[in-house]
């Protein structure tokens, strides 16, 4: 057994594309799943499973954003079943491809038309998330208008169901605060029992961070926000950290182990009318807002923050 370890890891250390995680792994055994189901539906057209090879092939690229790449193949499906079952998948990966590309607006016709006679439990809850996929990559990029287009299409293709009138109205609103002055927050204290009130970081770009340390998605990109941080402190950003899930003290906790630069508000604390203003319904979410008090980002990702910020003072200076 030891002979045999040792093997595999002298293989590994000599092959530079040996994969290094069972995540690099189980994505190289996609990869050519994705490539053996493509072949077989081209060689076998007439196959009584082939939904299910096409399925498959979606959902794999769904899981790991291979949309680029898969693109092709939702075309010819799209082509050649228009009302196959995998269709509003298809549809779906179009879609994100454009966006991904900066074609928002094609890649909004493609949302609008996986929308079309839409209307069944099921068919919600995925046009619920693919539109909510869609409309975070067009926030992300500064497209609010284009997010606001997805969600009033989604509102319209299901007027009867509550949970997206309220999805699409908590949404709507929050978009609407983009360009306008911040909302008056009522005073709050932060973990270190000091009082906080936005005012004080007038004069300065303040990123308001919502948070919870059960959230793998935000701590997996705690890094990039710290080295953000490092980076654009002498450009005046300062960063407000809401945790919503934890104690004081595992709040306390966190931050000193994670060496977290930035001060923190423990928004389960704060009275219930503190933040509600910005209409925050998920995590990890962030407000980015100028010196002059006036919010003009929202959940921009930190691995962009840098880029985010440049443009935003490029654009100040004219």
């Known amino acids: 057994m030891l002979i045999a370890i040792l093997t595999l890891v002298f293989a590994q250390a000599q092959d530079p594309k040996a994969p290094t995680s069972v995540a690099k792994i189980m994505e190289a055994r996609d990869r050519a799943l994705v490539r053996e189901l493509d072949e077989y539906t081209r060689g076998n057209p007439k196959a009584e499973d082939l939904d299910l090879a096409y399925f498959t092939i979606f959902d794999r690229a769904l899981e790991h954003d291979w949309y680029a790449e898969v693109e092709p193949i939702a075309t010819r499906y799209l082509a050649e079943k228009p009302e196959g079952p995998s269709g509003p998948v298809a549809r779906f990966t179009r879609a994100m491809t454009r966006a991904k590309s900066g074609k928002f607006a094609d890649g909004l016709a493609e949302v609008k038309l996986l929308l079309n006679g839409m209307d069944g439990q099921e068919e919600n809850a995925f046009a619920t998330s693919a539109c909510t996929t869609f409309a975070g990559t067009a926030i992300d990029a500064g497209e609010h208008g284009i997010a606001a287009q997805a969600y009033d299409a989604l509102g319209a293709a299901f007027p009867k169901a509550e949970e997206v009138r309220f999805l699409v109205t908590e949404a709507k609103a929050r978009l609407d605060l983009v360009g306008k002055a911040v909302p008056v927050l009522s005073a709050c204290d932060?973990?270190?029992?000091?009082?906080?009130?936005?005012?004080?970081?007038?004069?300065?770009?303040?990123?308001?961070?919502?948070?919870?340390?059960?959230?793998?998605?935000?701590?997996?990109?705690?890094?990039?926000?710290?080295?953000?941080?490092?980076?654009?402190?002498?450009?005046?950003?300062?960063?407000?950290?809401?945790?919503?899930?934890?104690?004081?003290?595992?709040?306390?906790?966190?931050?000193?182990?994670?060496?977290?630069?930035?001060?923190?508000?423990?928004?389960?604390?704060?009275?219930?009318?503190?933040?509600?203003?910005?209409?925050?319904?998920?995590?990890?979410?962030?407000?980015?807002?100028?010196?002059?008090?006036?919010?003009?980002?929202?959940?921009?990702?930190?691995a962009n923050l840098e880029a985010v910020l440049k443009g935003l003072l490029e654009t100040s200076r004219k």
């Open 190 to 302: 932060d973990v270190q029992g000091k009082a906080v009130r936005l005012g004080e970081y007038r004069g300065k770009w303040l990123l308001l961070d919502f948070w919870s340390a059960s959230g793998s998605h935000w701590v997996e990109n705690l890094p990039a926000l710290q080295t953000a941080h490092a980076k654009l402190k002498t450009q005046g950003l300062e960063i407000l950290g809401v945790n919503m899930g934890e104690t004081r003290e595992e709040i306390n906790d966190f931050v000193q182990t994670r060496k977290v630069a930035w001060r923190q508000v423990q928004g389960a604390s704060a009275s219930a009318e503190t933040f509600a203003p910005l209409h925050i319904t998920t995590l990890p979410a962030n407000v980015l807002i100028d010196p002059s008090g006036k919010i003009v980002r929202l959940d921009v990702r930190p």
